[in-house]
């Protein structure tokens, strides 16, 4: 017996509609899903580049900024621009009365060169560096001569202290003026940039090649080095070409300037940190009267040359601190950079690339400088430290403490001494 066949049965209009209703669902539910696994994957790939962007800006800022006025006079750790007024030197040859100091790429006027309140900060500080320190062999206004070898390179605009340990105890701060190739020679001449053609009574730092004729150098010396640090900010288009801060499109980097310069002329400076949108400094000056002791955090109020604010021209030479002033003396409580004690840091670090999912217009306020509208689709992030100043509270002596002289000739280390 034939078992009858069954009618085969189709899908319905209706069953075909639900299935493909579910279908849109489920692929929607997976798209949007998808969806948001990229932006929560971009977003943290962005927040993971501000964050190494002002990790890297903050660690280098606060690590050299420790060390600044090691090895050299609380007074000169800091550029604000051209002091007014002759500054105190700890040894100096008898009848100069203080240096003239400051002005290093500070075209606008003292203080506000590195201060603004539209726009960012920039700061430049000095130090001795403790793993340099020759035989000072000869000495002129125009040139040095120096125990080799040399190891490493000197380049143009490299600073040096050179200072005698006999006679009168004086030393001078002097600039290189061509770069020096490393060499294994036992002298090596080093040419200096042009200072006083005749002795003055208020040499310019670090151009000080009068004080050379000072005898002492004749006797026993020896060569440091000093490093100059310039932070600021620079904004550079797609072709490299440097454009004003803000400029939309344009990419802004944490700069680093030492004033060395090439063989050309054009200044060597190097990117530090990229995307690093702004650079706010604020000073603490821990002795000074209440409600004045941080200086340069107050919004809209731009620092300025002025005995309670950033003090370039003290009224009188009392007014300098210097090692032997006491700790609680008046004179420790002024304005002047050397009664600095700590530096407070603010870095705006910004997306690199433009997301139109992102509406920030606003630059947030940091620092003395308001909040301002810049671009849109950025995210941004604000980093702060402060960092103590311990060198610029120093009671000893700028003279690094050292040991046997062939023994600082074979290892070019120097020690103590701020």
């Not at 006797?219 to 072709?239: K, N, S």
Request: aromatic share 8%; glycine share 10%.
């Amino acid at each position: 017996m034939t078992t009858p066949r069954q009618p085969q049965r189709g899908f319905t209009l209706v069953e075909l509609m639900v299935a493909l209703g579910i279908s849109v669902v489920v692929i929607a539910g997976s798209l949007m899903l998808l969806n948001a696994q990229r932006r929560s994957f971009q977003g943290g790939s962005v927040d993971r580049a501000l964050q190494e962007s002002g990790r890297v800006a903050l660690a280098e800022l606060s690590s050299n900024l420790r060390l600044a006025g090691y090895g050299m006079d609380p007074g000169m750790a800091f550029d604000f621009g051209q002091a007014l007024s002759p500054q105190a030197q700890a040894t100096l040859p008898e009848g100069v009365a203080g240096v003239q100091f400051g002005g290093f790429e500070c075209p606008a006027g003292a203080v506000t060169c590195r201060d603004k309140i539209d726009a960012p900060d920039e700061i430049v500080f000095h130090y001795r560096d403790p793993y340099f320190g020759h035989l000072l062999t000869g000495a002129t206004t125009s040139s040095l001569m120096i125990r080799g070898p040399l190891p490493q390179p000197l380049d143009k605009g490299q600073i040096l202290q050179v200072i005698c340990y006999g006679g009168d105890q004086v030393f001078a701060y002097v600039t290189v003026d061509a770069r020096v190739e490393p060499t294994t020679a036992s002298d090596v001449r080093i040419s200096l940039t042009a200072g006083q053609n005749a002795p003055d009574t208020s040499p310019v730092f670090p151009l000080q090649n009068s004080l050379l004729t000072n005898t002492c150098y004749t006797g026993t010396a020896r060569v440091f080095a000093i490093d100059r640090f310039r932070y600021y900010v620079q904004t550079y288009d797609t072709a490299g070409a440097v454009r004003p801060w803000g400029t939309a499109g344009a990419r802004p980097y944490l700069m680093l300037d030492q004033g060395f310069t090439d063989a050309a002329g054009s200044k060597k400076v190097s990117m530090v940190a990229p995307d690093v949108e702004d650079l706010q400094f604020a000073y603490v000056y821990s002795l000074a009267a209440p409600g004045t002791q941080l200086r340069g955090a107050t919004a809209g109020t731009q620092l300025t040359n002025a005995a309670d604010v950033i003090d370039l021209a003290p009224a009188s030479t009392p007014s300098i601190p210097v090692y032997s002033t006491p700790a609680r003396d008046p004179a420790r409580t002024t304005g002047h950079p050397s009664n600095i004690r700590a530096v407070r840091v603010g870095v705006v670090v910004r997306q690199a690339d433009a997301d139109t999912t992102v509406f920030e217009p606003d630059l947030p306020a940091l620092g003395n400088r308001a909040a301002l509208v810049r671009e849109a689709n950025r995210r941004r992030a604000v980093f702060e430290t402060t960092v103590p100043l311990p060198n610029l509270d120093s009671r000893a002596p700028t003279f690094p403490t050292v040991g046997d002289p062939a023994l600082i000739a074979d290892t070019n280390l120097n020690f103590g001494g701020g």
